[in-house]
């Protein structure tokens, strides 16, 4: 690790909850940091957040459940290669549950709720590009897309999303950066005015039109995402050693 790169310690809580260490290595395996084929050895992981085994091996089995890493007898976790294919296969599982989830939210979520998060996402039509875009962008389509899900009525299905939400964020977030890098923003106010579409019908009580809205939403997605996610970007952080070392604790 880098002298000028915080420690494991300072970055993360002891108390780091599952979710945020899923997220985290997914972020790193979609940055190649985490290179396909790779073996993550748990003791490594650790050291490298700053926390025990116990979490880092239920994030490992979080990450097999949703494909990311396989789980070999006696081997451990390996990564898996990421493909286009695999982004799309991803976001027609999302399509399918996020446009019965809309459908289903229909109303059920508050009007006020409803106008703050339109004010909200027209604001992202106007703003100005730059660092602080992407975080509002990011933070306005988490704060719909859990609103959908949290109001659906149904847990199982809230639950599914949930699951699989950590993967589609990651695919998101790192397909954010890239854009940052790039400086082309221009998926964000697309993005913006799919969100205002989604808002509008559920603000008419449409369910058919907002679950037609939530499909074009995820569609588009999909062709932005697999663009950019598949494969490692050049250059990144160099990756964690995984090969074992004399007097490695177990």
Not at 106 to 130: F, K, N, Q
Not at 162 to 173: S, T
Not at 222 to 229: I, N
Request: net charge positive; hydrophobic share 40%; glycine share 8%.
């Amino acid at each position: 690790m880098s002298a000028t790169q915080p420690s494991p310690a300072a970055r993360w809580d002891h108390g780091l909850r599952r979710e945020a260490l899923v997220g985290s290595i997914l972020t790193e395996v979609f940055q190649g940091e985490l290179r396909a084929g790779q073996h993550l050895v748990a003791q490594d992981l650790a050291d490298r957040y700053g926390v025990s085994q116990t979490p880092i091996r239920e994030a490992l089995i979080t990450l097999a459940g949703i494909g990311v890493v396989d789980l070999l007898p006696n081997r451990g976790a390996v990564v898996r290669t990421v493909t286009a294919r695999d982004v799309r296969e991803v976001c027609q599982v999302r399509r399918v549950l996020e446009c019965e989830a809309t459908r289903a939210a229909c109303g059920r979520i508050d009007p006020g709720e409803l106008a703050a998060l339109t004010a909200d996402v027209t604001a992202l039509t106007a703003a100005e590009p730059g660092p602080e875009y992407v975080r509002r962008a990011r933070e306005t389509d988490s704060r719909l897309h859990d609103r959908i899900a949290a109001s659906c009525g149904n847990d199982l299905l809230a639950r599914e999303i949930g699951r699989l939400k950590l993967l589609f964020r990651a695919y998101r977030d790192v397909s954010w950066e890239r854009v940052e890098a790039r400086n082309d923003y221009r998926r964000i106010p697309a993005e913006a005015r799919e969100h205002l579409a989604v808002l509008a019908a559920l603000a008419a009580g449409d369910a058919k039109a907002a679950a037609r809205a939530m499909a074009r939403h995820i569609r588009a997605g999909e062709k932005y995402w697999s663009r950019l996610v598949a494969g490692p970007p050049a250059g990144g952080r160099k990756p964690i050693d995984t090969q074992p070392r004399k007097g490695r604790r177990k």
